[in-house]
T-cell receptor, first 111, second 115 residues
Framework: EDQVTQSPEALRLQEGESSSLNCSYT??????LFWYRQDPGKGPEFLFT???AGEEKEKERLKATLTKKESFLHITAPKPEDSATYLC????????????FGSGTQLTVLP | EAQVTQNPRYLITVTGKKLTVTCSQN?????MSWYRQDPGLGLRQIYY???????DKGDVPEGYKVSRKEKRNFPLILESPSPNQTSLYFC??????????????FGPGTRLTVL
């Protein structure tokens, strides 16, 4: 059974304090790993797609990396506006059901 | 503006009273899906549709129905709601059902409470 585990569940950082969020996955062939950001009261917003081990993608203060077993979302010098829940999802190869989500990491960046 | 819309945004109802949550997208996407989000459980897929008149069960389909008569609309139907269906519901759409990229666009969510 496909499984996605995110850690930590919650993370509090001071503004400017860099850190990483972890997404561990077990899947029968990976067709893509996705990161989403979700603000309170809103739907998830797409950030990145990673397809193969070793791939990296960046957007502003965020950088996503992928290995064969996990993905990291690195946040460099975060700002309070980066506070949100970050969701990881995987798409197994051969699956028509598309995405299996983790339960997310709630990030709070304090000014 | 490209978007996925859901209505209503908030709904309080009673056990057994049939309800429909509408979802519409204006991006001509083939794929549409419904999720529910519960604390500690993440987003779980209820039903999905690969295209018009093509629907299939996700991970938690019990107690729900869907239909896809038009490409832009994908309503979620609860024939006899129960309290365990109290949740936050999201509709999503995607521009392709195959291929490598799979960005999903999510609606704003519908918070449903079943008393």
């Amino acid at each position: 059974e496909d499984q996605v585990t995110q850690s930590p569940e919650a993370l509090r950082l001071q503004e400017g304090e860099s850190s990483s969020l972890n997404c561990s996955y077990t899947v029968s062939g990976l067709r893509g790993l996705f990161w989403y950001r979700q603000d309170p009261g809103k739907g998830p917003e797409f950030l990145f797609t990673l397809y193969s081990a070793g791939e990296e993608k960046e957007k502003e203060r965020l950088k996503a990396t992928l290995t064969k077993k996990e993905s990291f979302l690195h946040i460099t010098a975060p700002k309070p506006e980066d506070s949100a829940t970050y969701l990881c999802a995987v798409r197994p190869s051969g699956s028509a059901r598309q995405l299996t989500f983790g339960s997310g990491t709630q990030l709070t960046v304090l000014p | 503006e490209a978007q996925v819309t859901q209505n209503p945004r908030y709904l309080i109802t009673v056990t057994g009273k049939k309800l429909t949550v509408t979802c519409s997208q204006n991006m001509n996407h083939e794929y549409m899906s419904w999720y529910r989000q519960d604390p500690g459980l993440g987003l779980r897929q209820i039903y999905y549709s690969m295209n018009v008149e093509v629907t299939d069960k996700g991970d938690v389909p019990e107690g729900y129905k869907v239909s896809r008569k038009e490409k832009r609309n994908f309503p979620l139907i609860l024939e006899s709601p129960s309290p365990n269906q109290t949740s936050l519901y999201f509709c999503a759409s995607s521009p392709t059902t195959s291929g490598l990229y799979n960005e999903q666009f999510f609606g704003p969510g519908t918070r449903l409470t079943v008393l």
